[in-house]
């Protein structure tokens, strides 16, 4: 079956730290997977993707790598910040089909 | 100026009621989506619609119907309220079915009491 899960729910971190965030999937025909922020009260934030043809892409401050051997997805923030608490989730797409969410890993930032 | 806007923020009603919540967005658009987020925060898509055509409809009850007037509008109505409907509904666009990134609304959270 599909399944894009979490390996912990709960990550927490001090101010100036990196966080790494972890996340596996199944299905190897996965082409596309994203990761999304998503802070109390709100929705879900685009922060970064990356596509199966890679293994590697970096934004600002992040950071998520795709290794396809082990269908293991990650994200890392550099010099967590405390506006970085929030929700994160990864998801997974298929060509033109649905985009399935994990279930989430809580990020908490402390001074 | 708030690319994908939802009302109500906040839906509180009693179970057996029938209520709708608004979805705009102004991107430009062509495709809208309805997410449901339970209490675990799991998000899982109900309903896309592309150009007002209903594209995909995820096993979701009869008495969930969406209505899409135009490409920038999706509404969700919900018929005879029960108490496991009680989450938050997120609308989300894209600028079409194969368009990766979706831009996701601030929610509704839907209490029924």
């Known amino acids: 079956g599909e399944s894009v899960g979490l390996h912990l729910p709960t990550l927490s971190v001090q101010e100036g730290d990196n966080s790494i965030i972890n996340c596996a999937y199944s299905?190897?025909?996965?082409?596309?997977f994203i990761w999304y922020k998503q802070e109390s009260g709100k929705g879900p934030q685009f922060i970064i993707d990356?596509?199966?043809?890679?293994d590697k892409r970096q934004g600002q401050r992040v950071t998520v790598l795709l290794n396809k051997t082990v269908k293991h997805l990650s994200l890392q923030i550099a010099a967590t910040q405390p506006g970085d608490s929030a929700v994160y989730f990864c998801?997974?797409?298929?060509?033109?089909?649905?985009?399935?969410f994990g279930t989430g890993t809580r990020l908490l930032v402390s001074p | 100026d708030t690319a994908v806007s939802q009302t109500p923020k906040y839906l509180v009603t009693q179970m057996g009621n029938d209520k709708s919540i608004k979805c705009e967005q102004n991107?430009?658009?062509?495709?809208m989506y309805w997410y449901k987020q339970d209490s675990k925060k799991f998000l899982k898509i109900m309903f896309s619609?592309?150009?007002?055509?209903?594209?995909i409809n995820e096993t979701v009850p009869n008495r969930f119907s969406p209505k899409s007037p135009d490409k920038a509008h999706l509404n969700l109505h919900i018929n005879s309220l029960e108490l496991g409907d009680s989450a938050v509904y997120f609308c989300?666009?894209?600028?079409?079915?194969?368009?990766?990134?979706?831009?996701f609304g601030p929610g509704t959270r839907l209490t029924v009491l």
């Open positions: 998801a997974e797409k298929r060509g033109f089909q649905k985009l399935v």
């Open positions: 989300a666009s894209s600028q079409d079915p194969g368009e990766d990134t979706q831009y």
């Open positions: 991107l430009g658009h062509d495709t």
């Open positions: 990356i596509r199966s043809n890679m």
């Open positions: 619609y592309n150009n007002k055509e209903l594209i």
């Open positions: 299905n190897s025909a996965s082409d596309y």
